[in-house]
């Protein structure tokens, strides 16, 4: 069974994320502004039903998915793109893949050493995100 990644997280570092988001076409305006936040992310689990919200002062994302089912999201207030999401344990890691106008975009989440650790990907860019239990 994989460590739990249920619980209240702070974003404690933040690599690339400047990369990540110049692939997904954000403008310079959005990017300084995102740039300085401390991300939070708030994990919930029911079954195979997961909540995950990332948490800021600036705007909130709050995804729902089902484990093993592919279904459309609207990344609303991020890049704002309509994707196809499908999110899968593959050994310890919860893998999502977002098919979509963006090529090789996706996420994926595990526990380290008591931390969240999150790379987001898309078009070769690569952001490394840590977190600590709140
Ligand atoms: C991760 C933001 C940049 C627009 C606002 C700044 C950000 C945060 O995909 C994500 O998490 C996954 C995995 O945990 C679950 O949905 C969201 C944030 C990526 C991309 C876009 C800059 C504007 C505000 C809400």
């Known amino acids: ?7 209240t997280w702070e974003m404690i570092s933040n690599v ?4 990540y988001m110049i692939a ?7 990017r300084k ?3 300085r936040l401390k991300l939070k992310k ?3 689990q029911q079954g195979d039903l997961y909540v995950i919200k990332t948490v800021s002062t600036f705007k909130n994302y709050t995804f729902s998915f089902k484990l093993n089912q592919e279904f459309e999201e609207f990344t609303q207030g991020l890049d704002n793109r ?7 344990w593959e050994g310890n890691k919860l893998v999502c ?6 090529k090789n975009r996706g996420w994926t989440h ?3 050493d008591d931390k969240l650790h999150l790379e987001l990907y898309c078009e070769g860019e690569l952001c490394r995100q840590v977190f600590k239990k709140k």
């Open 1 to 7: 069974m994989p460590a739990s990644i249920c619980g």
């Open 16 to 19: 690339n994320f400047e990369g």
């Open 24 to 30: 997904l076409g954000i403008g310079p305006y959005l």
């Open 33 to 35: 502004i995102a740039l």
């Open 42 to 44: 708030v994990i919930e």
């Open 82 to 88: 309509h994707v196809k999401s499908l999110v899968t």
């Open 97 to 102: 893949v977002q098919t979509g106008e963006k």
């Open 110 to 112: 595990w526990i380290e």
